[in-house]
């Protein structure tokens, strides 16, 4: 085996332990549901050995279907997340035994291909960046699903760097073209292909994420009953819901306190806010006299390199990201103070724009000019439209396989399982 699939392999090796150890809880604890919005864990962990069933083992590797009787149990689009406990998944144990068989596989279909040859699924290790990523994906909605549990346990206390104070609150991008999305990385996804010139007015953007000192003040401001901040569809959200301030937040004798993975602390004021849904992030925009960012704008905030006419991987540069440069791969099972990552800035000035806390932004998900689906058409395609908001940059909860400047997350204006945070940005002459 080649170094590069060495490298594959050992990217394997770390996802498949990564999910088993978000599940070596009691049995009763991954089969039971913690909230409609989220599948059991136990099928969670079967569904991304199906996935690499599906994808590795038949249709890259030409192999015969192992278990083709529980394809339709794992097919995330056949069955509501809210109706999968009635599904006759796969216990702990068998779950475990199958995605060890299927994972073996695997590794012998890596030794044999040709990762420089015609096949599109092959070439360059697509199909193994493929499930790599996808494991990570279903790894960061674990912890969600952990945390909406509220059972103790998976509270990393990982050490992070102390956050700074001072310098500006927004950055300037100017205006100017710049080319969005890639042709070049080869594990990125349908939806973030084929690169294309996009042409912006100049603005500015937050430095840094909404913080929760900042969020609060929002909140004592009475910006939860205000109903001059909300979309017609955020108020009647928040009415129906009584949402009243981020999911996990409570209020005691004037002091606001979170709870994390079963444990109750106070929140810390210097962090970025996080559980917040897109109406609740767009309140707050309007309420600051801003709004949130343009997927666009959040991209070349990112990543456009204007002195060299190219984007960044990163905010960065090139080099993978480092515990110095963001806070990735549940270092800590928090985001990093603000301020914290200097050295990850992009070229005009912004920080953290990569992991911490996905971030919200104005755009609805839609596919770029000469889109093409590829491998299958139920990953992006069938998501284009007017009922999902763009996320960007990851969470600490995010893998770096999973995390670029051009990756593109979407979810549900509602949603606040997530960990999810937004910065605002304003127009030129505003």
């Not at 039971?32 to 599906?54: C, F, I, K, T």
């Not at 801003?290 to 991209?299: G, V």
């Not at 670029?404 to 997530?418: A, E, G, K, V």
Request: aromatic share 14%; hydrophobic share 35%.
């Amino acid at each position: 085996m080649n170094d590069f699939k060495e490298r594959i392999a050992a990217q394997l090796i770390a996802v498949r332990d990564r999910s088993l150890a978000y599940t070596e809880a009691e049995d009763d604890l991954l089969i039971r549901q913690h909230s409609p919005l989220m599948s059991p864990l136990v099928w969670d962990l079967a569904h991304v050995g199906n996935y690499e069933e599906l994808w590795v083992l038949r249709e890259a590797g030409g192999m015969t279907p192992l278990r083709p009787e529980i394809d339709d149990i794992y097919d995330a689009f056949k069955t509501p997340r809210k109706d999968r406990p009635s599904l006759p998944f796969l216990g702990p144990a068998e779950a475990r035994r199958y995605i060890e068989g299927v994972r073996g596989r695997v590794l012998d279909v890596l030794d044999r291909v040709d990762l420089e040859g015609p096949s599109p699924l092959h070439r360059d290790g697509f199909v193994f960046g493929l499930v790599i990523q996808h494991e990570h994906q279903h790894d960061e909605t674990m912890l969600a699903t952990l945390q909406l549990s509220r059972e103790p346990g998976l509270v990393r206390e990982g050490e992070l760097p102390p956050g700074r104070a001072g310098g500006p609150d927004e950055v300037h991008v100017p205006a100017g073209r710049f080319l969005m999305g890639t042709d070049t990385l080869p594990w990125a996804y349908d939806n973030e292909r084929p690169a294309t010139w996009v042409d912006l007015p100049g603005y500015w953007i937050d430095r840094l994420p909404v913080g929760n000192a900042a969020y609060a003040a929002f909140i004592e401001d009475g910006g939860y009953d205000d109903q001059r901040f909300w979309t017609p569809e955020g108020w009647q959200w928040r009415q129906r819901k009584g949402i009243t301030a981020p999911l996990f937040w409570t209020r005691e004798g004037g002091s606001w306190y979170r709870d994390r993975f079963g444990r109750t602390e106070p929140v810390p004021m210097d962090e970025p806010v996080q559980h917040v849904s897109w109406y609740e992030a767009d309140a707050y925009a309007r309420w600051a006299g801003k709004r949130l960012p343009t997927e666009p704008e959040w991209e070349k905030a990112c990543g456009w390199d204007q002195e060299a006419g190219r984007a960044r991987r990163y905010p960065w540069g090139e080099s993978d990201p480092g515990p110095s440069l963001a806070n990735l791969g549940h270092r800590a099972a928090r985001p990093a103070p603000l301020g914290a990552y200097p050295g990850g800035a992009s070229p005009y000035g912004a920080e953290q724009m990569i992991g911490d806390v996905w971030e919200w932004t104005s755009s609805w998900f839609q596919a770029y000019p000469g889109f093409r689906s590829f491998p299958y058409k139920e990953y992006s395609e069938v998501f284009f439209g007017e009922e999902y908001r763009v996320l960007r940059g990851g969470s600490w909860a995010a893998d770096p396989a999973a995390v670029r400047t051009t990756f593109r997350n979407w979810d549900y204006p509602i949603r606040r399982q997530i960990f999810t945070g937004f910065r605002c940005a304003r127009s030129e002459l505003v």
